[in-house]
């Protein structure tokens, strides 16, 4: 982590409990790319969606948007044209055969990374209402923490942090939580610990992770759950298929449905 977290205790506490089922708008961030955020924000909203709820997908990585790459799909609109009035949001989403709905980004351009705060908060207050007419909205927010990201995540009703053992990803994953506390002190937050090598790797990983948080910012988030590695990940995103329907009965579908299973409160 850092020299300052270096410090801190290392009596390490059992994971922490999940609480009851999660907030209708969940925010996917990860304070780094490169940990598999966009695969995880796809594939939990399939799990939601095969479990029986009504989801979209909202790709908010304003300016590098992929959900729509990762899946193979070319929307007939994107976030652009809601953002410039040109539709509503509702509109704009599209159905994928997965059973959830995507409301794509616009991949490669950074116009949207640039909203100014009254789109933003108006573009925000479209999702809301959307969100009362669906079970559940998968936010996935771009990575790094600007402005545009810290909103969203302050924004959403539970933010899920996406970490792996790496430890610039530790990092970035506390400096995500701790700004999320400042931005929103009675906010929720779970971690979601992926590519582990085993759960006990992962919770461990959650450990260390919770220690920091406990040490300096007073409280942990809880553990959401641990997606353990899988070669047949990378399989998936490059045949751009959903890996719940390619790959059901592999370890990390497994995980993705019993993370599920923990937000539904089930």
Known sequence: MTAATATAPTTTAPPTTVPGRAGRILAVASG???VGKTWFAITLAHALARAGERVLLFDGDLGL??????LGVMPAHDLTSVVEGRIGLAEAAQLHEGGFAILAGRSGSGSLSQLEPAALEALLAALRRESTRLDRVVLDLGSGLDRSVRRMAGFADTLLVVATEEPTSLTDAYAALK???????AGEARVVVNQAGSRAAGERTYATLARACRAFLGRAPAL????????RVPDAIRRQTLFLTRHPTAPAAADIEAIAAGLMGA
């Open 32 to 34: 780094k790319g490169g």
């Open 65 to 70: 948007a992929n959900v729509d790459i990762q």
């Open 179 to 185: 700004l999320h506390a400042a931005d929103v002190p």
């Open 224 to 231: 959401a759950g641990v997606v353990r590695r899988d070669e």
